[in-house]
């Protein structure tokens, strides 16, 4: 199992940007997709983007394709975040999660492993 831990969440204005991280720990060798998704009060939890720890290929949610940009530091076990041009309907708790080889990539039941959430809340 690998241990998530994410960090960067807070309170910002419209408009403004975050950068969340994602420090992973453990296992890290059975983990091939990295991904992050977002819940908000009384929502389903879904879908924000999803990268590969040894490839190159990125995945985003139509609702911030062009805004958010997944990106990893392999030597660091960290994944990052950064989040542009944020609205309010982002606001929501982010978890990073875990994936191994196969499954979907945007499918919540397919990533085993999720960390606590850091909270973002974008104020109009």
């Known amino acids: 199992q690998v241990q998530l831990v994410e960090s960067g969440g807070g309170l910002v204005q419209a408009g403004d940007s975050l950068r969340l991280s994602c420090a992973a720990s453990g296992r890290t060798f059975s983990t091939d997709v990295m991904g992050w998704f977002r819940q908000a009060p009384g929502k389903e939890r879904e879908f924000v983007a999803a990268i590969r720890w040894s490839g190159i290929g990125t995945y985003y949610a139509d609702s911030v394709k062009g805004r958010f940009t997944f990106s990893r530091d392999n030597a660091k076990s960290t994944v990052y975040l950064q989040m542009s041009s944020l609205k309010p309907e982002d606001t929501a708790v982010y978890y990073c999660?875990?994936?191994?080889?196969?499954?979907?990539?945007?499918?919540?039941?397919?990533?085993?492993?999720w960390g606590p959430g850091t909270q973002v809340t974008v104020s109009s």
């Open positions: 999660a875990a994936r191994r080889p196969g499954g979907s990539t945007n499918s919540v039941a397919d990533f085993y492993s």
